[in-house]
């Protein structure tokens, strides 16, 4: 990772706050302001037009589809100079102002040159697979039920051979942006009941972590070997590799910042 990135800063007469925001994905269409929709960011900002006029519209490390759940969100707002509420106090009071689907978890005047999308150097996904031959009621809406049986040592064997430097285009869906990623980490963690699949990475392409957990469960089911994966990764076509699964068992678990620390953790269940 590089730490030779730009010094962001906020308007004149504004100071930028750092905010970890969770939610539930299900009543939104995704984080970012569209007309005629609930989304995360248009409900965050009403709550902070509850406390001052003047605050800018929240900026997050991700942009998350509809349905997509954040465990540990970064965000930053920038609010006028003399926005009164102190920090200490500000996730409490934005609270009072939010539904329950969504909550501020801890806020913090932002350190200088912080820029929550742009100074982010890794972004990290769980997706959450009820791995039962029943569904369970406690799930619905937060994991994607799966009832035939696994092969984990199979999934992350395939997995290897997808982390590092590759183009991903196999995996993304109507992207017109240079499909060159790289790939941090790949793993599935296994469970009694609920698996884990945690994908770890600067930046990702449209679908492409729902992409490769879809092809991932392909391989856990027999379906796709190992020989298999690198020929879809090889081939760039979106139409080789499994589905993308649903948007209800994802999960944004949290990110770093080189020379700004991290935001979130990475659990296991």
Known sequence: ???????????????RLRLTVAWDGTPYAGWQSQPDTVTVQDTLHAAFERLTPGAFRAVAAGRTDAGVHAEAMPVHVDVPADFRVPA????????????PSVAVLD????????????????????????????RHPLWHGRALHVPQRLDAAAMNASAAHLTGTHDFAAFATREERDTLRELHALHVVPGSLIWEI????????????????????LVGQGRVGPDGVRAILRSGDRAQAGA??????????????????????????
Do not use: W
Request: glycine fraction near 10%.
């Open 1 to 15: 990772m590089t730490t030779d990135r730009p010094v962001y800063a906020p308007p004149d007469g504004h100071r």
């Open 107 to 134: 806020a913090a005047d932002a350190p200088p040159g912080f820029h929550a999308r742009f100074s982010c150097t890794q972004r990290r996904y769980i997706y959450r697979v009820l791995a039962a031959p029943q």
């Open 88 to 99: 200490p106090k500000l996730a409490r009071a934005l609270n009072a102002h939010l539904p």
């Open 198 to 217: 945690h994908v770890h990475g600067e930046s990702f392409l449209r679908h492409m972590v729902r992409g490769l957990v879809g092809t991932l469960l």
């Open 244 to 269: 993308n699964v649903p948007a209800h068992g994802l999960y944004f678990a949290g990110a770093e910042y080189a020379g700004f620390g991290k935001t979130g953790a990475a659990s296991t269940t």
